[in-house]
DNA sequence: TAGTATCCCATTGACGCCCATAGGTACCCA
DNA sequence: TGGGTACCTATGGGCGTCAATGGGATACTA
């Protein structure tokens, strides 16, 4: 399955429909559901968007937790303030108008790849934030350490 | 199987008829039995509904825990308290009246997606304590540990 | 027979689908 | 290698369909 990379922004008409990306697009081919979930991201303005796939997983990992308990309450939030937008025939979905609230976008959609999900901000809000995480990671002298590779395969 | 995703409100008529948002519905489809079950969430004055497969689940369950013990005695109350619900050929249900009362369920009825299951609440009801579910995963600072899918672990 | 529970029909407003256009890009061919 | 052409993505708009809702008719039951 292809990663999310790279950033790009597209219009959004007055019905509230944009374009997702054509690569973006791609790598959502073969689910059972064409289109995409989004849930928001409690730390920022913004929001994330993922697939089926993902999606299950979440929910799988919230029935691991006991039933009616705290735990699982709370982390069941995601699941509560997500949507699941079917792509149109041309590839747009509709952003619901709460979410285009909450992230104050009006014209303009950023889709930021981040590998296994993307994120969907506001240009402006994106930048005034991406400045200060570029300079924390500098103060820090930000440093990854990477997952070691296990010969790679994909089921 | 599709999950239940998000947050919907739909108006009660003076039948006690509420439509049950139409991608819920769909999750219930190739069921033997057109319908839902519902039970009363004993944490809160809200409901929740699941479908057939679930409601097998949770039985089994029951019968897991040890015979005649006060947690089985407990748990059962779900199935003992918990109603089938018909769709009507709209895709409405009737809410029985006790559970109006319980939830103070008037005009409007909401209905909150939690993958497998989901919720139904009184909307003012469930602002009030979902606000505080937030801010306690936000203190908490709620990560979710992930079930690993293919080879993926977090850390 | 009164009260209740289904079913059927009608309305309306939103949403999905289809068509049309423009701009850019990749490809083909001379 | 330059130009031209065909394709494809992003975008806009019109229109039909369907979901949500309300009301009336009918069957069932106590």
């Not at 849930?39 to 968007?49: D, G, H, I, S, T």
């Not at 149109?88 to 590998?115: C, H, N, W, Y």
Request: include cysteine; charged fraction near 30%; hydrophobic fraction near 35%.
């Amino acid at each position: 399955m292809p990663l999310f990379v790279g950033r790009y922004v597209n219009r959004i008409d007055k019905k509230g429909r944009v374009s997702v990306p054509k690569p973006f697009r791609d790598a959502f081919e073969g689910q059972s559901f064409n289109g995409l979930y989004v849930y928001p991201l409690f730390k920022f303005n913004a929001f994330e968007a993922c697939g089926e796939e993902f999606m299950n997983r979440l929910s799988d990992s919230l029935d691991d937790l006991p039933m009616f308990s705290d735990e699982q309450d709370d982390l069941s939030v995601i699941l509560e303030s997500a949507h699941r937008l079917p792509f149109d025939p041309e590839g747009r979905v509709v952003l619901p108008a709460e979410m285009l609230k909450t992230a104050a976008i009006t014209s303009q959609v950023l889709f930021v790849g981040r590998g296994q999900r993307f994120q969907i901000w506001e240009p402006k809000t994106y930048d005034a934030n991406r400045g200060r995480a570029v300079e924390r990671a500098r103060a820090r002298g930000a440093t990854l350490r990477l997952r070691k590779s296990n010969g790679h395969e994909d089921s």
